[in-house]
């Protein structure tokens, strides 16, 4: 059985590594010469982990996490905290560590375990067709690739998508921008072993540690789509928006370097229950955008590649009958994440003020027991739970 993958990004390599560990020829084609990619980390939740553990990774991932062991909410203008709790009963609870990872760091972790030469890199897919028994994918410089599958991993701006749907889905504006990047770790504004978030104005500001003594952090503003904003106007645009924030979050603002941070306007797409089309199935964004509220995208990528080898591994009645089965155990889970996302990113981003008010005030009698059972929820939704 050989199956064409397209894509090398996360969900991509993902799934080319799964397949392979199952005995399943996999070629692998990227549209870019150089991946780079879009966001600067991402925390990789125990489910995820999970499905790097299963793929070998266990001993690559610690090493790239960082040691992420509290969790805070703090008051945006005044820095007072809101809530701290440790995270090891959700550790306990679910038989995993969360592990904030940098983005590159983690994608050259699964095209080291794949084998970098195996992608072939540079070949963007234009099209492509349903055969009697396989499938045939044609690139932009002529190429043409032919499998027994197509898993279409290639983002969520999926040209494969549209093939499967027979519609043309449209990527929803979830109303605010995100900034991320990397800095040094600086304990005068957040403490190395903790995920720290301090929130007001339905606006946030977020640091994680990940390895190499450097935090990963993000802001979040809510804005209209568009604006003219881009690097050489990065440290004043936020400037302007936190004015009047605590000392911790203006000086994280001096410290970031604006030529590696990016600005990113967030998007997901309404969720549609089909992921398969005879011998192709959607994986990862192209199946699934959501916004990163519940840091979930990725780690839902994972989730797709481990249940989809399973499938075709497990499954002797064809290939058509395994594709369908990897469509019907991940059908409502994706669309719960998609969902789940959402909802938290509404009430982050104050779409209803008098929602994300409560919120804040539900985060000073918190305990750490709601927040983990949230992430508990999600988590033990995993194919590997
Ligand atoms: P992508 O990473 O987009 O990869 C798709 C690949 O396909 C790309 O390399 C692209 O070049 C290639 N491609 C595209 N078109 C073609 C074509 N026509 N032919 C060939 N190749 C093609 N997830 C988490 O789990 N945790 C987080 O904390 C988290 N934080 C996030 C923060 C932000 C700001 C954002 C934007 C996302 C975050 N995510 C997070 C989501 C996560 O980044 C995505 O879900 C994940 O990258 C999806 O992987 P993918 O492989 O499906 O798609």
Redesign the pocket.
Known sequence: MKAII?????????AAIALKRCGIETEV????KE?K???A?????PN?VKCLNYLGLHENVTALGGNMAYLAYNDGHSAATLTRFSLSPLVKAVGERPY?VA?AEL?NMLLEQYGKDAVQFG????HIEEQKDGVCAW??DGHKATGDLLIA????????RNWVLGYQTERRYAGYV?W?GLVEIDETIAPADQWTTFVAEGKRVSL?PVAGNRFYF?FDVPLPKGLEEDRSTLRDDLKRYFSGWCPPVKKLIDTLDPQTT?R?E??DIEPFMQLVRGRVAL??????????D?????????E?AVVLAIALQTNSLGIEDALLRYQAKRNERVKDLVLKARKRCDVTHGKDQQATHAWYDELKTETGERIMAGIEDTVMGGPLA
């Open positions: 397209i894509g090398g990004g996360i969900g991509g390599l993902s084609y990227e549209a870019v991946i990619p879009v966001g980390a991402i925390s990789i939740w995820g904030p983005r994608q070949k963007r897919v234009t690139f932009e991993a290639d983002g969520t701006h999926s040209v494969i995100n991320n994680m993000f990016n990113i967030i998007h994986l990862g964004d192209a199946g699934h955008s959501t916004t990163p519940i840091g979930q995208g990725g780690c839902a990528a994972m797709d």
